[in-house]
């Protein structure tokens, strides 16, 4: 069964730092796209950053030069460093995982860890 479990959210105040990990159980990691997404109250989910099977990276424009993805393929492992964390950086952050092998779609989801950014 596949699994994504997120760690490493909670509570920081505007100005710090969080590192999201995401561990994955699922064979052939490597070959995976990996991404973080985030759902603020009352929001639809958003594209946080995302890190293609060769390692190719994007970010969104709102957390452009303060995040950055990485990945372990060794550890099967997705990280999110985040750095001068804001306010309207609250949210759950929930690690995404896809793969094209046509004619299939894999697309599984982690349970999310919630950050919170406030003094």
């Known amino acids: 069964q596949v699994q994504l479990v997120e760690s490493g959210g909670g509570l920081v105040q505007p100005g710090g730092s969080l590192r999201l990990s995401c561990v994955a159980s699922?064979?052939?990691?490597?070959?995976?796209?990996m991404g973080w997404y985030r759902q603020a109250l009352g929001n639809r989910r958003e594209l946080v950053a995302a890190?293609?099977?060769?390692?190719?990276?994007n970010v969104a424009d709102s957390v452009k030069g303060r995040f950055t993805i990485s990945r372990d393929n060794a550890k099967n492992t997705v990280y999110l460093q985040m750095n001068s964390l804001k306010p309207e950086d609250t949210a759950v952050y929930y690690c995404?995982?896809?793969?094209?092998?046509?004619?299939?779609?894999?697309?599984?989801w982690g349970q999310g860890t919630q950050v919170t950014v406030s003094s």
């Open positions: 890190i293609t099977s060769g390692s190719s990276t």
């Open positions: 995404n995982a896809g793969r094209l092998a046509a004619p299939k779609v894999y697309d599984y």
């Open positions: 699922i064979s052939m990691f490597s070959l995976y796209d």
